[in-house]
Nanobody
Framework: QVQVVESGGGLVQAGGSLNLSCAAS????????MAWFRQAPGKEREFVAT????????AYADSAKGRFTISKDNAKNTVYLQMNSLKPEDTAVYYC?????????????????WGQGTQVTVSS
């Protein structure tokens, strides 16, 4: 059974940084792409960043470009989201997901396994 568990969320002031982690278990982590999505109160879930199985290919939402970095450590079965220069509008529950393919994707419908989410709150 595939399990996805996020950690690292919290409360941070605007301009600060957080590093989210996502551990996946239950299958060979290095074969599959991963992604981060987020959902703010009253809004739909939106794409943040994705990374291919090898970590070679990444893609970001426009809102994340230049501030967030996704990375994948296949030896530790963990994907990270380093978030810098945080803004109040980054406040959301951040979800990690994995899909049954190795190529990265920004489409939430293409992801098969999801974590429970971790809250990120950015104060102004």
């Amino acid at each position: 059974q595939v399990q996805v568990v996020e950690s690292g969320g919290g409360l941070v002031q605007a301009g600060g940084s957080l590093n989210l982690s996502c551990a996946a278990s239950g299958r060979t982590f290095s074969r599959y792409a991963m992604a981060w999505f987020r959902q703010a109160p009253g809004k739909e879930r939106e794409f943040v960043a994705t990374i291919s199985y090898s970590g070679t290919n990444t893609a970001y939402a426009d809102s994340a470009k230049g501030r967030f970095t996704i990375s994948k450590d296949n030896a530790k079965n963990t994907v990270y989201l380093q978030m810098n220069s945080l803004k109040p509008e980054d406040t959301a529950v951040y979800y990690c997901a994995t899909r049954n393919y190795g190529s990265a994707s920004a489409n939430a419908r293409e992801y098969d396994y999801w974590g429970q989410g971790t809250q990120v709150t950015v104060s102004s």
